[in-house]
């Protein structure tokens, strides 16, 4: 496993460079309509969206622009402007003003997606080398984080894709009960969802009262468009793709990213299929770091004890310190699941105190992501699981705080206005994303 997440940066020959970069342009008038002019003579760029207010930012940043020239004048003050910029999963390149305080600069300059911070004027031509360098590398580490590419067949994938990996360090912490029931939990919100099964051998089938074939060895045969879609099953809103049959064939997805059949690719292929979540139940090692490379956003599963604080806080190092730059999960796309809890094991504060302290004590100063879920021990669950029924509906005190995850992960559902007939809204920051 060592090994694999010291691997070597992929080439150039990675897929998705002949693909221009989508943009946002936001600022004054001023400002956008000069940058407009000169990156429509730029072939490596396409404008997907202009915005002169935050208001209208926040809207078009459902487009999911790869790149955002942000000219951080349009905000009333600081706080607002960060607190927007939190929000943003795309490349900032931010403009301030020359007065701009150099303590405020730095501040900006932490921020996840921010890349760089100019005080008052740049170089336009250096700073699209920079966007065009910095964005195609993105894609190398995610590529199905490039959600506006344009597929062959002209569809684009879904905006706000989230592709989460269900992992940890602690094996039989429960991984494949929380990634199968946040699945359907996300599914039942009217959101078209992918599970994604990477076990040898998978158990989902036993679980969801699915077959063993197709599997996902169908999509490494047929690395396609109509492989990918041969490989699945499930109906509604949720679709599965089996994992591996046995140990053997799990070799077949250790490739890197940028091979043709890798689970980066197979992601990519996902998110042009039109999902608005993507959901990996990832195992302890073996085909790991590929899911986390492909994936934006973490859920981690580990029990209340201390051997599983310990293995948690090793695996937040791997990834935020060994695998820095192999992936796009940002600190705040970090969240901790505590699963089978019972009375007298470690409460959730006890465990983060646990966690973080070990955490510091390794150099890593951001201290541990805080605990988003606690899941109480519920004897009902292996019980429906074995019967192949949800194990979602098998106890209130397990469905509830899942139900409080994808929440998290994916906002309140809330009644549609504007005189919608039908379907559903679900809130997703500023953002409401309508759904049928």
């Not at 009375?343 to 992501?369: I, Q, V």
Request: net charge neutral.
């Amino acid at each position: 496993m060592a090994d694999t997440w010291g691997s070597t940066s992929p080439t150039r020959q990675a897929a998705g460079r002949d693909i221009p970069v989508s943009v946002m342009l936001a600022g004054p008038l001023e400002r956008t309509n000069p940058w407009y002019q000169v990156l429509q003579l730029d072939a490596r760029f396409r404008v997907a969206a202009m915005a002169n207010d935050p208001q209208d930012m926040q809207a078009k940043l459902a487009a999911s622009p790869e790149v955002i020239i942000l000219d951080g004048k349009i905000f009333p003050g600081p706080q607002p402007l960060i607190q927007a910029l939190t929000a943003i999963a795309g490349a900032v390149y931010l403009f301030v003003p020359p007065n701009a305080d150099d303590e405020l600069i730095e501040q900006l300059k932490k921020l996840p997606p921010v890349k760089a911070v100019f005080r008052g004027d740049a170089n336009l031509q250096d700073l699209m080398s920079r966007a065009y360098a910095d964005a195609l590398a993105l894609r190398i580490q995610a590529p199905a984080l490039a959600q506006n590419w344009a597929s062959r067949s002209g569809m684009t994938a879904v905006a706000g894709l989230r592709i989460v990996t269900v992992w940890g360090r602690s094996g039989g912490a429960g991984r494949t009960s929380v990634a199968a029931a946040l699945a359907q939990a996300v599914a039942r919100r009217g959101l078209r969802t992918l599970l994604i099964g990477l076990g040898a051998p998978d158990v989902l089938p036993l679980h969801l009262r699915l077959k063993s074939e197709p599997n996902i060895m169908a999509w490494f045969a047929d690395p396609s468009d109509d492989g990918f879609r041969a490989s699945l099953q499930g109906e509604g809103n949720l679709e599965v793709l089996v994992g591996f049959p046995d140990i053997l064939a799990e070799a077949e997805g250790q490739r890197a990213p940028e091979e043709k059949g890798s689970i980066a690719r197979l992601a990519t292929s996902a998110a042009y299929g039109g999902y608005a979540a993507i959901i990996m139940d990832t195992p302890v090692a073996g085909v790991a770091p590929f899911a986390v490379a492909a994936a934006n956003t973490w859920v981690m599963v580990a029990r209340p004890t201390v051997a599983d604080a310990w293995g948690a806080v090793e695996a937040f190092r791997t990834v935020t310190q060994r695998a820095a730059g192999q992936h796009r999960i940002t600190p705040g796309n970090v969240f901790v699941v505590l699963n089978q809890r019972s009375n007298g094991m470690m409460t959730a504060d006890e465990w983060h105190r646990s966690a973080d302290a070990a955490c510091r004590k390794m150099g890593l100063n951001a201290g541990f992501p805080p605990v988003a879920a606690v899941i109480p021990y519920c004897p009902e669950t292996p019980l429906a699981q074995d019967d192949g029924r949800s194990a979602l509906d098998a106890a209130d005190e397990f469905a509830r705080p899942i139900h409080h995850l994808a929440e998290m992960l994916f906002g309140q559902a809330v009644g549609l206005s504007n005189g919608c007939k039908e379907g559903k809204a679900f809130k997703l920051g500023p953002l409401k994303v309508r759904t049928k």
